[in-house]
């Protein structure tokens, strides 16, 4: 069977039906804003029978607080200059001139109640038999008015929540910057220099220069697995206790043995991986350890090669470790380069990881200087990122003999 919109709107049964039937409330109201039609919703909505509603004045049918409190008509309470239905409904029937979807919210007397309502409205301009009338259809969308406020309300916790998180990182990051050297120091003989990028607002990469004595420096680096304010709580516990160890600052071995035994089992599933080297500038060597960190690069000869020989288990995770330190003999013009796996392992926007491009980049420089090489190797790192977030803590440091 073909039905006819046309004919389908033309049908009293059809329209009578949609009317009564509609979940929306709907009154249609006459010039002077008495009600002259009105549907079952409408009737629910405000629990009000046929003859309350019949010929009344809107205000006083819906139950407005302000009628119902003064006694008093709609149209002459003390809030009907600035109702919003009341004139939306005037300026349709003064301008032809329609309101879509404004919402109301007020207290409204139902059963003798007060009830706080939020009544979408919608206002529309029609004749109907050769008469001027208004349509009102009303929703009540309380419950979604009152879930927003909710909703902004917990976002209003919320954003306070961060912020505070905010400012105590801000304090975290000053802590932690005050951690690391806020200048290269000078020493005799060699010629020292790093680069720091932490991931978050406080990170888990540690470095620091130690001054041991007139002819011995100490380098350090670590990087703690994961990030954030646990992994920065972990690193200022291992910098305490370099502060507090030194009396082993000449034994890298036993200097890794105490780190390991003093943070084992402090954060679950946490581990800390490091090296430790001391330089003598009257015998030119090199004694250090290495703990599961990535292999420092030695550029000697315009080669670059791996220093492998150290191997050591990672920290803070097996009681008991014991470790043996290495000796290498360095000269003029040697340089190391010592890196956390945060810069070896960033990403692209192809999911490349730079390790390559990384080794690429020094063994195309061997002939520069060490901060030159590191200089250069942060620059294309931050090319080859494109303005991505990085992954991980970024940290590299440098060496010249």
């Given amino acids: 069977m073909n039905l006819s919109i046309n004919k389908l709107k033309e049908s009293n049964d059809f329209l009578n039906s949609l009317f009564e039937n509609i979940t929306s409330a709907i009154f249609l109201v006459d010039k002077n804003v008495r009600i002259q039609e009105f549907n079952n919703s ?49 300026k349709a029937f003064e301008e032809k001139e ?12 139902i059963k003798d109640t007060s009830i706080q309502k939020h009544l979408q409205f919608t206002i529309k301009h029609m004749t109907y038999n050769d008469e001027d009338m208004v349509l009102v259809i009303l929703d009540d969308v309380t419950d979604i008015e009152n879930s927003k406020l909710e909703l902004q309300r917990n976002n209003k916790i919320i954003q306070n929540y961060n912020d505070k998180i905010k400012k105590e990182l801000s304090i975290a990051r000053n802590v932690q910057q005050s951690l690391i050297p806020d200048k290269t120091p000078i020493y005799n003989g060699v010629r020292l220099t790093a680069v720091y ?7 888990g990469d540690l470095y620091d220069f130690i001054n041991i004595d007139e ?7 670590s990087d703690i697995s994961g990030h954030g304010i646990a992994a920065a709580m972990i690193t200022t516990m291992v910098k305490a206790i370099l502060e507090t160890s030194k009396d082993l600052l000449y034994t890298p071995d036993k200097l890794m043995e105490n780190i390991n035994s003093k943070i084992l089992n402090v954060a679950e599933n946490m581990y800390l991986t490091a090296f430790y080297g001391i330089y003598n500038n009257k015998t030119k060597e090199f004694t250090y350890i290495r703990c599961s ?23 803070g995770v097996f009681d008991g470790l014991k470790f043996k330190s290495h000796k290498i003999k360095l000269k003029e013009g040697d340089k190391i380069l010592f890196y956390t796996d945060g810069l070896v392992e960033a990403k692209n926007n192809s999911g490349c990881e730079f390790n390559d491009k990384a080794y690429e980049i020094v063994n195309s420089r061997l002939d520069k200087n060490i901060n030159e090489i590191i200089d250069d190797v942060n620059e294309e790192l931050i090319l080859f990122k494109e303005n991505q977030e990085y992954e991980d803590d970024i940290c590299m440091l440098g060496m010249q003999i």
């Fill in 42 to 90: 409408f009737k629910v909505l405000f629990n009000k029978r046929d003859t309350d509603i019949l010929n009344g004045l809107c205000g006083n049918v819906i139950g407005c607080i302000y009628a119902f409190e003064e006694g008093e008509d709609c149209g002459n309470t003390s809030n009907c200059g600035k109702c919003c239905v009341r004139s939306s409904i005037i």
């Fill in 98 to 109: 329609n309101t879509l979807k404004k919402v109301m919210n007020r207290k409204f007397y």
């Fill in 197 to 203: 990028k932490p991931l978050y607002e406080v990170g």
């Fill in 215 to 221: 002819d011995n420096v100490g380098i350090f680096i």
């Fill in 293 to 315: 960190h990535p292999y420092p690069l030695l550029i000697r000869d315009n080669k670059c090669i791996e220093i492998k020989e150290s191997e050591g288990m990672m920290l």
